[in-house]
């Protein structure tokens, strides 16, 4: 199984996967096997950082251009995988969660960590007009898509929803959030 983690920059991706793959760690050792252990969590931007697979670096974004087809080449033969970021809904996957999060939460959340106005503001507007939802739901259908509201869940409640999507304890979701009313 492939699962993809995706969703604007601060949505909550990385918390909430870095959750699961304690829970997944843990459930290692347990006799319960609520969780398949042998499920890898790939945190897709450190790879592009380590690996170096990026084309170039977006000075005006701040931001490096990953190369998506050196990063699917990259995930060839990987299986019982989750793979999170914000780009996951691009490669070859079952089932992607969709993180979102009311854009002024994502906006302040950017902010706090260090992102400029502009990437905040850019970003926040992405959320509001459901890009990375879209773009997940014209890649894989609507039957592979799960949409997870985080703006007032714990991370915990969070890497619960994540444990739902990966043991098919949850029902495809998508286009039950709806930020439009920000952009007005």
Known sequence: MRVAVTGTPGTGKTTATELLESRL???????????TPDLEVIHLNRVLEDEELYTEVDADR??????????SEWLEGRDDIVIESHLA???????????????DTLEDRLLERGETDAKAA?????????????EAVEEHGLESVYEIETTEREPAGVADELV?????????SAGEVDYMGYLT
């Open 25 to 35: 760690a843990d459930s290692d050792d347990a006799t319960d096997d609520e969780l």
């Open 62 to 71: 701040e931001s490096k251009v990953a190369d998506l087809e050196a990063l």
């Open 89 to 103: 809904h691009h490669f070859d996957v079952d089932r992607v969660a969709v993180l979102r999060c009311r854009p």
């Open 122 to 134: 850019e970003n926040a507007e992405s959320e509001a007009l459901d890009v990375i939802l879209s």
């Open 164 to 172: 739902a999507v990966v043991t098919d304890e949850r029902e495809p």
